[in-house]
């Protein structure tokens, strides 16, 4: 009896629309953010039962799995380049650290509020989210249509919805470069920025229709499949995020046409994704199932149509790999537009891409994300433009970050207490190519730091770097592992720095430094005491940093390397000890010139989704004895906060100072949440052990080992850490805290 309907229904199609042949099937997918991942399930089942679909519209993340579609991908190669994509990656408003050039690392995810300046004046962009990883990851997925500019053309001809921003009403994408299309359609307003498009500003095309079905209909469908994600404006208990709620405002006018775009399609899907809203990204797999599930109950459907037709019409053969042949894009040249600030030599030098030379879409988006590493730009889009001879021009559209930006951060630690951060980063001051800033914290402990550095090569992978480092702290004197006394120490820094880039993740360089250390007794107790010292230092530097996150990381090498020569040394100082006065006379601190080597890294491997495995060796080594107490290595705690300080777990910031240390540590790293880790360390370390013959060196004077075991939640005002540590050589418990993003 089915059987006979399905006829029936489609003899009567045929006879009312489509009288010249077999009728047309129109799909319509509908937007609903991370719901719309369901799609992909019902697309599957139509593959399965054999259904040709001859047109396809969408809206906002059914215009992306429907341009997929589309484009020639099945159900089952969307379901799969869906199932591992990073949400939080492609929908960040910065790069991500793997991108970062080496030399901006240092900057990356330091403060909590970061405000734009331009022209003296704070910037407020048009939405939280650029979607420049977005864009680059839907540019690498349809590479193989890069040449389609007539949407009709594709192997399913398609249409995606967008809303123009002037005027409200809806906006048919058929052609152009279709990544743009579908990143406008999805263009929720103040979430994502709106995209250009036609000369129009384009945001997302659910707030005037999220469910275009009448618009597959005027293309030529007889027979329309839709597939609807929204209900209609959602009940108060169920905005749950603010992507929900901002989604709802935006949709109030596509509200009421819904009822009138079920009536017109002949097969209506409604998948239950009860407890999901626009935002649940992080159970996009769950969300995948769930459609798969509804596309299963539907196949049998799909499947009768799909024999009816063949029945009434003859035998048709599904192609469910449609997609092009990939083809290798050659480019005649390269253009680019949207300048402002920077120039276009200096784009292209960093992109370092050549003209007549052919390029994967893969080499193309590396080479991009070397120039978005260097935060001089905050969107970089492209597009090809075929000539009529066949060759093609490539032809970039950039958005640049306003020179200026004022950053703010606030931190809390054990050892520095609290600190509010200010920072003022300028590019291009005094010579174009270049960064300037200045790092202020204001706390009991103030800290400064400035820098400037120009670049100095086509590719701008060589540059001059100088600094200046100011930093008062607490300079602590324990004897046996038990304070006896807190001085405070004051440390100036003068340097000048050549930097080489080897690759994007490392560097090497040659500095010169001037160096000026302070220590001083703040109260009276039995010991005052007042020293300085300044010298000169000479040295080669490495850095090397591929991990795939600033904190927490589970892949990847962070290597910092420094070895000099310290010479002209002017050590002085001058005590006090129960009544009795001392100077550098009577007590004489060695100032000779020595060799200088400090040496840490730290390797991350992922052993599964919850676990990494952390190893670090560290090295601090003066060879001479008897230097200036201020200018030894500091060893003690979990994070690197102050100047020649080697992290030791077991032991508070400072606890012992040195002028040999080597030191191992293995930590297991183990993931409780999306932001949340529980961390575990063990580390020993051998120390003074420069001039010591082998057979005097003892586990007491000589030997270190302790344990740690830290809660840490990687926060928005940065990285929360609770630590409880225990040292052998005491036998005593100690706590560690900090609080935000470190100076």
Request: hydrophobic share 35%.
């Amino acid at each position: 009896m089915l059987l006979v309907f399905f006829l029936a229904l489609l003899a009567g199609k045929v006879n009312s629309q489509s009288k010249n042949g077999r009728p047309k099937i129109g799909i319509t997918l509908s937007g609903g953010g991370a719901k719309g991942l369901a799609h992909i399930g019902i697309l599957q089942a139509i593959d399965s039962a054999g259904l040709n679909i001859d047109f396809i519209t969408g809206t906002s993340m059914g215009s992306v799995v429907g341009g997929l579609y589309a484009a020639g991908y099945s159900g089952k190669d969307i379901e799969t380049m869906a199932r591992p994509l990073d949400w939080a990656v492609l929908f960040s408003s910065s790069p991500q650290l793997d991108q970062i050039s080496i030399e901006e690392k240092s900057e990356y995810e330091k403060y909590a509020l970061i405000v734009p300046i331009e022209k003296r004046k704070i910037k407020i962009g048009r939405g939280l989210i650029d979607g420049q990883e977005l864009w680059l990851k839907l540019a690498e997925f349809f590479e193989p249509v890069y040449n389609i500019r007539d949407f009709s053309k594709l192997p399913i001809p398609f249409k995606c919805m967008g809303t123009d921003l002037s005027t409200g009403n809806v906006v048919e994408m058929d052609h152009g470069n279709i990544v743009n299309a579908i990143r406008a359609s999805m263009a929720i307003p103040s979430v994502f920025t709106p995209v250009h498009y036609d000369d129009k500003l384009l945001a997302d095309g659910g707030m005037v229709d999220n469910f275009p079905v009448m618009n597959v209909k005027q293309m030529g469908a007889d027979f329309v499949i839709g597939v609807n994600l929204n209900h209609g404006l959602s009940k108060a208990e169920d905005l749950e995020s603010t992507l929900d709620i901002l989604g709802q405002i935006a949709f109030f006018k596509d509200a009421a046409t819904i009822e009138k775009n079920k009536a017109a399609c002949d097969i209506y899907i409604f998948p239950d994704l009860t407890g999901y809203g626009a935002g649940s990204f992080g159970d996009s797999d769950t969300i995948i199932n769930r459609g798969i599930e509804t596309g299963k109950k539907y196949y049998a459907q799909f499947k009768r149509l799909a024999d009816s037709l063949d029945a009434i019409y003859g035998k048709q053969n599904f192609k469910e790999e449609r997609l092009p042949e990939a083809k290798h894009i050659t480019i005649s040249r390269h253009t680019a537009e949207g300048f402002k600030n920077t120039k276009e030599k200096f784009f292209f030098g960093m992109l370092n891409l050549q003209n007549n030379k052919n390029y994967s879409y893969g080499a193309i988006n590396d080479a991009i994300h070397r120039v978005y590493g260097s935060r001089y730009y905050k969107i970089i889009r492209y597009d090809f433009l075929p000539d009529t001879n066949g060759s093609t021009e490539m032809r970039f559209n950039v958005e640049e970050n306003p020179l200026t930006a004022l950053k703010v951060g606030l931190n809390y630690n054990s050892f520095t207490q609290i600190g509010l951060f200010l920072n003022l980063t300028s590019r291009d001051l005094l010579f174009r190519e270049s960064r300037a800033l200045v790092s202020v914290s204001i706390s009991e402990f103030p800290q400064i730091y400035a820098e400037y550095f120009k670049y100095i090569n086509r590719k701008r992978t060589a540059r001059i770097v100088l600094d200046f480092y100011y930093q008062s702290t607490n300079f602590p004197l324990y004897q046996d592992f038990r304070l006896s006394q807190t001085l405070n120490s004051t440390y100036r820094v003068l340097d000048a720095q050549i930097q080489k880039n080897i690759n994007l993740y490392s560097y090497f360089g040659f500095g010169q430094q001037y160096n000026n250390s302070k220590i001083k007794t703040e109260e009276s107790p039995s010991l005052i005491y007042n020293g300085q010292n300044n010298y000169w230092f000479s040295y080669l530097t490495y850095g090397l940093n591929s991990t795939n996150r600033k904190y927490y990381p589970t892949k990847g090498w962070n290597v910092k390397a420094r070895a000099g020569y310290v010479y002209n040394q002017e050590p002085e100082h001058e005590y006090t000890y129960d009544d009795i006065s001392g100077s550098s006379d009577s007590i004489p601190i060695n100032d000779k010139d020595y060799l200088k080597l400090m040496i840490s890294a730290t390797h991350y491997s992922e052993l599964n989704s919850k676990f990494a495995f952390i190893k670090n060796a560290s090295l601090g080594y003066i060879i001479e004895n008897n230097t200036f107490v201020a200018d030894k290595f500091v060893v003690g705690g979990i994070n690197d906060i102050i100047l020649n300080q080697i992290s030791f777990a077991g032991l508070d910031v400072s606890e012992i100072k040195t002028g040999s240390i080597g030191s191992l540590q293995l930590g297991l790293q183990y993931q409780l949440s999306k932001k949340s880790f529980l961390i575990a360390r063990l580390n020993a370390a051998l120390y003074n052990f420069h001039g010591t013959k082998p057979e005097n060196i003892t586990a007491k004077n000589n030997f270190l080992s302790g344990y740690g075991l830290s809660y840490a939640l990687n926060s928005p005002i940065g990285p929360i850490e609770i630590t409880v540590m225990y040292s052998d050589q005491d036998a005593k418990v100690r706590n560690y805290i900090n609080l935000g993003f470190m100076f």
